[in-house]
Nanobody, 115 residues
């Protein structure tokens, strides 16, 4: 059984920082690509960042230069460090992994950025 649990969201002022965490059970992050997505009210879920099993990283243009995705193999965690946050970053953030021929999602963590 694969389970993903996100944490680290909260309320922050514009310009602030947050580090989101994603913990997994049932899989090893080191063997899989792991992505972060977000969904703002009224919007579709959108891709934010990905880290591959080989450690390559890619970011959506909207967060590039302000965010860093990383992985801790020892603790089986993936992180998303977000800096210089903007009100438009407000959303529920989800981590995602595609394994065993299906997508797995966590329950999400709310990020709210006040202006």
């Amino acid at each position: 059984q694969v389970q993903l649990v996100e944490s680290g969201g909260g309320l922050v002022q514009a310009g602030g920082s947050l580090r989101l965490s994603c913990a997994a059970s049932g899989i090893m992050f080191s063997n899989n690509a792991v992505g972060w997505y977000r969904q703002a009210p009224g919007n579709e879920r959108e891709w934010v960042a990905i880290i591959t099993s080989g450690g390559n990283r890619n970011y959506a243009d909207s967060v590039k230069g302000r965010s860093t995705i990383s992985r801790d193999n020892a603790s089986n965690m993936v992180y998303l460090q977000m800096n210089s946050l903007k009100p438009e970053d407000t959303a529920v953030y989800y981590c995602n992994v595609y394994v065993y021929s299906r997508n797995y999602w966590g329950q999400g963590t709310q990020v709210t950025v006040s202006s």
